[in-house]
């Protein structure tokens, strides 16, 4: 049996052929299963969409480790200004995803701009990327963290043992997915639940924060540009570190197709997300400061916990608990976005069609999430995270850039496409020459872990010519797709999303 992707696909050489039927086979008969429109629907409100902005930029860095600014700057003064800046350049390169969201009313994000803008093979690669690598390996980092600290208040005395967190982690991975899998609307509710939650956390640090700054205790900010001096070597590590702490504006664009009146919604959720949490990153980095010297916060392994300590006595022990429910929300929120980018990728003929096919009750894309729970288990166990991450950091950077200079590319290439919201074009020139830029740069300061991302994302090119461009597979290797394929529909009770879904 051999069927079509829902969509007509990018390329003719997809190795998704066939006639789609929009129904689930049965494995003894021709009979349909299920009949009636299966789609992925419009539920994700304004509120909801602030949720999944700030729920997923908010995860555990700011209270577990914000000295990647600090060590590579060398001076309180210029960090808070880093910090500053790079809320700025996110907010810029937010507004640009504003109007892209607008003009481009699919879901998908990066890979769906840049397939707009520059074509199929950046498009894959982009996705091939992200598939194999960042995103199993960034959930796995970000579970980790929830994993170590809803355990801390259970080991507040010794040693948590390793398998013990790692055990954890799995299961909350586990459950994300299974959430994201059974209901787009309790996904959601979560996701608002877990944001109050984040907030609440920056508040406990925030208020007595400034309380500090009321009683006089500014010796930390004395001579605040005093220190170490900032090389132009470390500008990139001191971009990326702040850049990943505030990555995840980008995600509300990854499910487009599922936002309520998106011309209005995605501006101002960007807006109000951004502002919330650029206010919020810099007051807390002023707070820790009051309490903390820049030396003790470079060697402390938990800088929320260390300023909890020392202000708030039992009440600190609140703060784990609070760091674990963050990284939760990350974990729900990446989850929830990124499985949209797997999805429009199948449809569009780049990964399997089983990935773009909805479940048929609870209308959830049901194998685009969980495809990933075996890629970030075995990250999990037996990956080398950071290295990875740090290896392909400038790849996520290079592809959001480029997603930038596309929607230069397409004012000029195509000025008669209505654009509801529309930004200067000094704002996605600034931001994807400030991208590109520090890409170029990191490649002359860190050539060795830049060469080895830019080694493994140019395995995405040989792959696009394997298995999509490639039109002369053999006849048993695609009756042997096509049967797995029907098997994994059953088992998953999922079929294609009608075509008159797309808005």
């Known amino acids: 049996m051999l069927r079509k992707a829902a969509v007509t696909t990018v390329s003719n050489g997809s190795y998704l052929q066939g006639e789609s039927n929009g129904r689930l086979p049965a494995m003894d008969s021709g009979q349909p299963a299920q009949e009636g429109k299966v789609v992925l629907k419009k539920k994700v409100t304004l509120l909801r969409g602030i949720s999944i902005i700030i729920g997923t930029i908010i995860g555990a860095g700011i209270f577990i480790s914000p000295k990647g600014i600090l060590k590579n700057t060398g001076s309180v003064g210029m960090s808070l200004i880093l910090w500053t800046a790079c809320g700025i350049l996110s907010l810029f ?20 701009y840049i397939l707009e803008a520059f074509g199929p ?53 586990t459950l994300v997915m299974v959430l994201n899998s059974t209901s787009v609307s309790w996904s959601a509710r979560i996701q608002i639940f877990l944001t109050f939650c984040k907030l609440v956390a ?25 220190g170490n001096d900032a090389s132009v070597m470390g500008l990139p590590l001191a971009f990326y570190s702040g850049m990943y702490a505030y990555s995840g504006w980008f995600y509300l664009n990854f499910v487009t197709e599922e936002v309520e009146n998106p011309e209005k919604n995605i501006p101002l959720a960007i807006c109000i997300s951004m502002i919330i949490v650029t206010v ?16 003790e916060l470079l060697l402390s392994k938990a800088v929320a916990v260390t300023f909890a300590e020392r202000l708030m006595g039992d009440f600190s022990l609140a703060v784990p608990v609070l760091v674990a429910l963050s990284c939760f929300g990350s974990m729900n929120g990446g989850i929830f976005a990124v499985s949209r980018m797997f999805f429009v990728a199948s449809r569009e003929g780049h990964l399997p069609e089983i990935l773009s096919m909805i479940h048929v009750r609870k209308h959830t894309p049901l194998p685009a999430v969980i495809v990933l729970h075996p890629l970030t288990m075995i990250m999990l ?26 929607l230069i590319y397409l004012r000029y290439k195509r000025p ?33 872990n830049t060469g080895i991302g830019f080694a493994i994302t140019l395995t995405g090119v040989p792959a696009y010519y394997l298995f999509i461009v490639w039109d002369k597979k053999p006849k048993w290797f695609r009756k042997l797709l096509d049967r797995v394929t029907e098997i994994l529909q059953i088992l998953l009770e999922v079929i294609p999303p009608e075509e008159d879904q797309k808005s």
């Open 416 to 448: 008669d496409m209505p654009r509801p919201f529309k930004v200067p074009l000094f704002i996605p020139a600034l931001f994807s020459f400030t991208c590109l830029f520090m890409v170029a740069l990191s490649l002359y300061s860190d050539p060795v």
């Open 121 to 173: 093979l950046p498009a894959f690669v982009r996705m091939w990327v992200e598939l194999l690598v960042i995103r199993p390996a960034a959930t796995a980092v970000i579970s980790l963290a929830f994993g170590r600290y809803i355990l801390e208040p259970f080991f507040m005395h010794c040693e948590i043992p390793e398998l013990a967190i790692k055990l954890i982690t799995a299961v909350g991975i």
């Open 202 to 226: 920056i508040l406990i640090i925030i208020v007595p924060g400034v309380i500090q700054l009321i009683k006089g205790e500014t010796q930390h900010f004395k001579n605040a540009f005093a």
């Open 280 to 295: 919020g990153y810099v007051l807390t980095n002023v707070a820790y400061f009051t309490t903390i010297s820049a030396g």
């Open 93 to 112: 390169g937010a507004l640009c995803y504003a109007e892209l969201g607008t003009c481009i009313k699919k879901s998908g994000g990066h890979y769906t």
């Open 381 to 406: 166990f037996n990956g080398d995270l950071y290295s990875l991450l740090n290896f392909l950091s400038f790849a996520r950077w290079l592809f959001i850039g480029l997603a930038v200079a596309g």
